[in-house]
């Protein structure tokens, strides 16, 4: 049954670029969670606000339209501009900055100290403060998100490989979108892991996430650090919400892929930069395939509870994730 | 007692000069307990000098102040002959004042290398797009800044485990490597919390040697607490006692071995 066999591996491929975007998402996790140990729940929120405001800026929206019109009686809505995709995501990336900035400022500097669980109460809070104002900034209508990634099956792959299979077998289908989205994360997180292991900032990053006294008596700004991170998970969740958008459209769902990220998290560790890749990866696979194999005796839809019971099932045996730092209890 | 201003030349031919850090009448509360009251001492270029007294003295807050982690309620600190503002513990340690912690405060998950070279970090000046792009200057720097760094690991004789992760070093090691890392500063003034501390016999000759080897081939001013007072003695030029916060004594070994509130503090007087 060679069709079913390819069958088989095309499931695998497809599992393999949908656990990239988890990946994606949960790299952003690990970024603040390593550097302030801030569990930080926004982080959906922010791919989400990443995006509206990327399309925001592409289509020429107005901020805060609605707002200014119920105010003043006026009825504005576009500057009647179009910006290129490439300068709307530097623009992007620019507002993630001063995002990352005024959370330093205006919530986590007067929190420094506090309880882990206090802090993740206060990116609860941050979640739905960020909602409201994206909302309010670009109004809440679905929104397409197009800066030109290419869509849709790729039919060299599917013609390259159709010999492979019988009469019934026509090649891979695999969407180009998932494999541009798969070249990304990879640069992403090269870069990223450059950037952590060859310059100061990044040997500084490290020393933060490591210990703060330590960090502070040679000379590093906590602040600063902490706002360099939060850019950087800004920046990666701006990445996960123009994949994601192309995807379905920019709208509330979105925010929810920060659930997927969770046991992504758990198998992976939630200090462990490779760990939040393999860890995608290993869920994006094993929820496929699962479907695949054990779907159709069950009533399929696995995918909504696979990933959960794989999570679970990994802190039953090993509590820190696959790549995470032991746990050790001195006594 | 030293003269003020005037810079001597020791026994052992080390030059001490003028005064590079005064405390000028500093307390410091943490609500109602007085941790420090209305001390006032110098320490001079070059010199190495103890702070010792018994445990809860606040020789610790007293270092804590120095390097910025505490903000003292009253009183003055001077450096390099300017008043210095309220700072942050990192903008002390870009002034040139580098530390050690009583408890180790090392990064575990990097080696020995990486923990040294954060030592480096005041030094380097690239911004973070030249760092991000590895260009001219940032390579540059990096190269300079590894060289600096591996004579200070050589120095301090940890060349054998330059790689390996801190975490799994034994503690005598681990004292030496926040020493490099703190060294690798270059600091003018550099604060050692109890270096000695929970080390045996041996490791505590090999850091008495280490701390005098410093401050002799680097001419580094070091001020130490210690409450090993056999220790001090040997190591210090001056001393400052503290006790409860106040300070008994103030001078050179001898002196302050015979001062009698110092032998007070340390044996208990009999109050009749």
């Given at each position: 049954?060679?069709?079913?066999?390819?069958?088989?591996?095309?499931?695998?491929?497809?599992?393999?670029?949908?656990?990239v975007?988890?990946?994606?998402?949960?790299?952003?996790?690990?970024?603040?969670?390593?550097?302030?140990?801030i569990f930080?729940?926004?982080?959906?929120?922010?791919?989400?606000?990443?995006?509206?405001?990327?399309?925001?800026?592409?289509?020429?929206?107005?901020?805060?339209?609605?707002?200014?019109?119920?105010?003043?009686?006026?009825?504005?809505?576009?500057?009647?501009?179009?910006?290129?995709?490439?300068?709307?995501?530097?623009?992007?990336?620019?507002?993630?900055?001063?995002?990352?900035?005024?959370?330093?400022?205006?919530?986590?500097?007067?929190?420094?100290?506090?309880?882990?669980?206090?802090?993740?109460?206060?990116?609860?809070?941050?979640?739905?403060?960020?909602?409201?104002?994206?909302?309010?900034?670009?109004?809440?209508?679905?929104?397409?998100?197009?800066?030109?990634?290419?869509?849709?099956?790729?039919?060299?792959?599917?013609?390259?490989?159709?010999?492979?299979?019988?009469?019934?077998?026509?090649?891979?289908?695999?969407?180009?979108?998932?494999?541009?989205?798969?070249?990304?994360?990879?640069?992403?997180?090269?870069?990223?892991?450059?950037?952590?292991?060859?310059?100061?900032?990044?040997?500084?990053?490290?020393?933060?996430?490591?210990?703060?006294?330590?960090?502070?008596?040679?000379?590093?700004?906590?602040?600063?650090?902490?706002?360099?991170?939060?850019?950087l998970?800004?920046?990666?969740?701006?990445?996960?919400?123009?994949?994601?958008?192309?995807?379905?459209?920019?709208?509330?769902?979105?925010?929810l892929?920060?659930?997927?990220?969770?046991?992504?998290?758990?198998?992976?560790?939630?200090?462990s930069?490779?760990?939040?890749?393999?860890?995608?990866?290993?869920?994006?696979?094993?929820?496929?395939?699962?479907?695949?194999?054990?779907?159709?005796?069950?009533g399929?839809?696995?995918?909504?509870?696979?990933?959960?019971v794989?999570?679970l099932l990994?802190?039953?045996f090993?509590?820190?994730?696959?790549?995470?730092?032991?746990?050790i209890?001195?006594? | 007692?030293?003269?003020?201003m005037?810079?001597?030349?020791?026994?052992?031919?080390?030059?001490?000069?003028?005064?590079?850090?005064?405390?000028?009448?500093?307390?410091?509360?943490?609500?109602?307990?007085?941790?420090?009251?209305?001390?006032?001492?110098?320490?001079?270029?070059?010199?190495?000098?103890?702070?010792i007294?018994?445990?809860?003295?606040?020789?610790?807050?007293?270092?804590?102040?120095?390097?910025?982690?505490y903000?003292?309620?009253?009183?003055?600190?001077?450096?390099?002959?300017?008043?210095?503002?309220?700072?942050?513990?990192?903008?002390?340690?870009?002034?040139?004042?580098?530390?050690?912690?009583?408890?180790?405060?090392?990064?575990?998950?990097?080696s020995?290398?990486?923990?040294?070279?954060?030592?480096?970090l005041?030094?380097?000046?690239?911004?973070?797009?030249?760092?991000?792009?590895?260009?001219?200057?940032?390579?540059?720097?990096?190269?300079?800044?590894?060289?600096?760094?591996?004579?200070?690991?050589?120095?301090?004789?940890?060349?054998?485990?330059?790689?390996?992760?801190?975490?799994?070093?034994?503690?005598?090691?681990?004292?030496?490597?926040?020493?490099?890392?703190?060294?690798?500063?270059?600091?003018?003034?550099?604060?050692?919390?109890?270096p000695?501390?929970?080390?045996?016999?041996?490791?505590?000759?090999?850091?008495?040697?280490?701390?005098?080897?410093?401050?002799?081939?680097?001419?580094?001013?070091?001020?130490?607490?210690?409450?090993d007072?056999?220790?001090?003695?040997?190591?210090?030029?001056?001393?400052?006692?503290?006790?409860?916060?106040?300070?008994?004594?103030?001078?050179?070994?001898?002196?302050?071995r015979?001062?009698?509130?110092?032998?007070?503090?340390?044996?208990g007087?009999?109050?009749?």
């Amino acid at each position: 049954m060679p069709a079913d066999f390819y069958f088989a591996i095309e499931v695998i491929l497809n599992g393999l670029m949908a656990g990239v975007l988890y990946s994606l998402v949960a790299l952003g996790f690990v970024l603040i969670f390593k550097a302030s140990g801030i569990f930080n729940y926004a982080q959906g929120v922010m791919a989400l606000f990443a995006a509206m405001t990327l399309v925001g800026i592409m289509n020429g929206q107005v901020p805060f339209a609605h707002l200014f019109n119920a105010i003043f009686g006026t009825e504005i809505h576009y500057f009647g501009w179009q910006v290129p995709a490439l300068f709307a995501i530097l623009l992007t990336t620019l507002v993630m900055v001063v995002f990352a900035w005024a959370v330093q400022r205006y919530i986590f500097r007067h929190l420094v100290g506090q309880e882990p669980i206090i802090l993740f109460m206060a990116t609860i809070g941050l979640a739905y403060f960020l909602e409201g104002v994206g909302d309010l900034m670009w109004g809440s209508d679905i929104k397409t998100l197009d800066v030109g990634l290419p869509q849709g099956a790729s039919f060299w792959i599917e013609e390259q490989t159709a010999f492979l299979g019988g009469e019934d077998f026509f090649g891979f289908f695999i969407d180009q979108l998932d494999i541009v989205a798969a070249g990304v994360a990879i640069v992403l997180v090269a870069v990223l892991v450059a950037f952590s292991q060859y310059t100061k900032q990044g040997r500084a990053m490290r020393a933060v996430a490591d210990d703060h006294q330590a960090a502070l008596s040679v000379g590093i700004s906590l602040n600063y650090i902490w706002i360099l991170v939060w850019s950087l998970a800004g920046f990666v969740a701006l990445v996960a919400g123009i994949m994601w958008g192309a995807k379905s459209g920019v709208q509330f769902s979105l925010s929810l892929i920060a659930l997927k990220a969770l046991p992504v998290l758990m198998l992976g560790g939630f200090t462990s930069i490779p760990g939040a890749i393999v860890g995608g990866l290993i869920i994006g696979v094993g929820e496929q395939l699962f479907e695949f194999l054990v779907g159709p005796l069950v009533g399929g839809a696995t995918e909504n509870w696979f990933a959960y019971v794989l999570a679970l099932l990994v802190l039953v045996f090993r509590p820190q994730g696959l790549f995470g730092e032991r746990i050790i209890e001195r006594v | 007692m030293l003269d003020e201003m005037q810079s001597h030349v020791t026994e052992d031919g080390r030059t001490i000069g003028g005064v590079l850090m005064e405390m000028r009448n500093i307390t410091l509360r943490f609500g109602g307990v007085v941790a420090i009251k209305d001390i006032t001492f110098d320490i001079r270029e070059g010199e190495i000098r103890a702070i010792i007294g018994p445990n809860g003295a606040g020789k610790s807050s007293m270092l804590n102040v120095i390097s910025g982690f505490y903000h003292p309620q009253e009183g003055e600190v001077w450096f390099r002959g300017h008043k210095r503002p309220s700072m942050k513990p990192y903008q002390v340690a870009h002034q040139g004042i580098a530390r050690t912690f009583q408890n180790i405060a090392l990064f575990e998950g990097m080696s020995v290398l990486d923990n040294v070279m954060t030592g480096r970090l005041t030094h380097m000046k690239a911004g973070i797009f030249a760092q991000a792009l590895w260009k001219g200057r940032a390579e540059e720097e990096e190269v300079a800044n590894r060289e600096q760094v591996e004579k200070i690991i050589d120095f301090l004789e940890i060349q054998h485990i330059r790689k390996t992760p801190v975490g799994r070093l034994p503690y005598g090691l681990k004292k030496r490597v926040e020493l490099a890392r703190a060294l690798a500063a270059e600091p003018k003034l550099l604060l050692l919390d109890e270096p000695m501390a929970g080390m045996n016999v041996e490791e505590k000759e090999d850091m008495s040697r280490f701390i005098l080897d410093v401050n002799d081939e680097f001419g580094t001013t070091i001020a130490l607490i210690e409450h090993d007072m056999g220790v001090v003695m040997d190591l210090s030029d001056r001393v400052v006692v503290m006790d409860y916060g106040r300070k008994i004594g103030d001078g050179t070994p001898d002196e302050v071995r015979s001062n009698q509130d110092v032998i007070d503090a340390y044996l208990g007087v009999s109050h009749d």
